[in-house]
């Protein structure tokens, strides 16, 4: 039995380590709660579901969607790695009036009869599993000599939302059932705002700065290749997979180099605080569908509350590709694809 804990600020007290660690070709079942979701913590579970889905392995799988807060596209990239429906693979949304569904537990089973577990307070979001926020938990194995009863009885309480007597929960059993669940008001079509705080913004006495964690431990996103060899060239589809793509349009004279969003965008899509100079991975997408060289842009704000990345990739670049059109309305628009976020 092993105590981690995020607050000592190093990567191997992150939950996403651990993950990188047990998540070897001699896993054949895994069984997860988790209160929150999102599809951005799910990289380090990607290719180890591929392999199970394969051979029809067993995978249990428990999400909150607590105050209806999780998004029906995240759940979707889920269903299509568990390659639903299929046999030895459940899908649960539980969510409740009034109450949350908190538990964060992820149990691996080996080939051997081993097994290990964490129980802890990171869920399967990057901001968990790579600990941008503190978490703290317990590692136990089988093989350490760690009761297996115990091992055990984290396996089969999530097999036990799955008997049809609990309250709560909604099987996902096909993509199709996700649009019912958005219906019932379950699930929703966009992933929840944060608020400022929640973003790491203003805390405590009003106008006092608090202080911004950086992740310990980061995971490419799902819409980008794992691995991609200096001067190979990569195919936009590794890039953007099925993912959608958010569309920025580039500045008017001057600023041929500044895509600018909405603080919005800066705190809920690319994850950074306005002002704190994080940086975030981007690859551009050429016309003939390759992906240039990655660049890493620091989010930048002025005083007139304009917020934006500077693109080196768009820099050299003739100036009818990129300026405005045909009407004082349309732009030329380049495509970014988000290969690494800080959440």
């Known amino acids: 039995m092993r105590y981690v804990d995020s607050g000592y600020r190093t990567a191997d007290q992150a939950l996403g380590f651990w993950l990188a660690e047990q998540l070897t070709p001699d896993v054949c079942e895994i069984r997860w709660q988790s209160g929150f979701f999102s599809v951005d913590g799910l990289s380090v579970f990607a290719p180890t579901l591929e392999r199970l889905s394969e051979t029809n392995e067993p995978v249990k799988a428990l999400l909150g969607s607590n105050e209806g807060e999780t998004a029906k596209g995240h759940v979707s990239r889920l269903v299509q790695h568990l390659r639903l429906p299929r046999s030895n693979a459940r899908l649960g949304i539980i969510s409740y009036a009034g109450a949350f569904y908190h538990p964060k537990t992820y149990h691996i089973l080996r080939s051997d009869g081993s097994q290990t577990p964490y129980v802890g307070s990171a869920n399967l979001m990057a901001a968990g599993i790579g600990a941008r926020h503190v978490e703290a938990g317990l590692l136990l194995d089988s093989r350490e000599g760690d009761p297996i009863d115990v091992l055990s009885e984290i396996a089969t309480s999530v ?42 913004g203003h805390g405590g006495q009003l106008g006092v700065k608090r202080p911004h964690l950086q992740p310990l431990i980061r995971f490419p996103s799902l819409s980008a290749p794992a ?10 589809d590794e890039v953007i997979g099925t993912n959608s793509v958010l569309v920025a349009e580039i500045g008017g004279p001057g600023r041929w180099t ?85 959440r």
Request: aromatic share 6%.
């Open 159 to 200: 097999d036990a939302w799955f008997d049809g007597t609990r309250l709560g929960i909604e099987s996902v059993n096909e993509l199709d059932d996700l649009d019912r669940l958005e219906q019932i008001g379950v699930l929703r079509a966009a992933p929840a705002s944060r608020t400022s705080s929640a973003a790491g």
């Open 227 to 236: 691995v991609r060899m200096p001067g190979s060239v990569a195919a936009a």
């Open 258 to 342: 500044q895509a600018n969003f909405p603080i919005s965008i800066i705190r809920n899509y690319f994850e950074v605080e306005p002002g704190s100079h994080e940086r975030i991975s981007l690859y551009s997408i050429a016309d003939d569908g390759s992906v240039g060289a990655e660049e890493h842009p620091p989010n930048v704000s002025v005083a007139s509350q304009n917020y934006r990345f500077e693109l080196a990739s768009v820099r050299g670049l003739e100036r009818d590709r990129i300026r405005r059109k045909r009407s004082r309305r349309l732009r030329r628009r380049r495509r970014i694809g988000l290969a690494g976020s800080g």
